[in-house]
Structures are given as structure tokens and as C-alpha cells.
Nanobody, 111 residues
Framework: VQLVESGGGLVHTGGSLSLSCAAS????????MTWVRQAPGKGFEWVSW????????NYHNSVKGRFVISRDNAKNMLYLRMNNLKPDDTAVYYCAYDTYRGQGTQVTVSS
């Protein structure tokens, strides 16, 4: 199993970023995928999930209306579009499924 995130960076408050996760080594289209994050000094926090077919998804209340999760099963890719970013969104973002997660990508939002 390999999960490789990309797309993080430094943005100002109100800015946008798009994260990507390349998945391999498992039946991607059959798995519910999740984005989680870990802010400095804090534990992991669930951000969003999407089912295997991409027809059902959910968001943590803190990101609802600002983040959009999507996937491309033909490319084994998971995405997270993040809009109207806030300093509280600063964290390392990971894609995950089951007990697996990638190495993460840093998102920093300056005030």
C-alpha cells in the first residue's frame, strides 16, 4: 500500500489549495478514503471522507462549505480542494484508508 500526498504550501487567510493523493497497492475504487490532519501539538483530526464510488461524502463541521473531497478511480487519485482557508486549518494533511496513511503534506495558513 502506498499513499503519496502533494499540493500543500503556504497561503494567506482566505486563500485556496488543492491537495492530491496518489494511491497504489490496493483496490482503490472499493475503499472509502479519508483526509485527516494533524495541527502542531495536537492529535489527528478527521477532515472528510468519500465512499468508493464517490457518491457519498461527509465533512467535519469545521470545514463544511469550504472543502470539497473528490476522487478519480480511473487514476487512483484522491483530492481535497480547500477554499477560504483559515489559520486554524494549518496542519499536516494525510490521506488514509483503514490503518494506512501517507507521509502527509504541510498546509500553512498565515493570518
Amino acid at each position: 500500500v502506498q499513499l503519496v500526498e502533494s499540493g500543500g504550501g503556504l497561503v494567506h487567510t482566505g486563500g485556496s489549495l488543492s491537495l492530491s493523493c496518489a494511491a497504489s497497492g490496493f483496490s482503490f475504487s472499493e475503499q472509502t478514503m479519508t483526509w485527516v490532519r494533524q495541527a502542531p501539538g495536537k492529535g489527528f483530526e478527521w477532515v472528510s471522507w468519500i465512499n468508493g464510488g464517490g457518491s457519498d461524502m461527509n465533512y467535519h463541521n469545521s470545514v463544511k462549505g469550504r472543502f470539497v473531497i473528490s476522487r478519480d478511480n480511473a487514476k487512483n487519485m484522491l483530492y481535497l480542494r480547500m477554499n477560504n482557508l483559515k489559520p486554524d486549518d494549518t496542519a499536516v494533511y494525510y490521506c488514509a484508508y483503514d490503518t494506512y496513511r501517507g507521509q502527509g503534506t504541510q498546509v500553512t495558513v498565515s493570518s
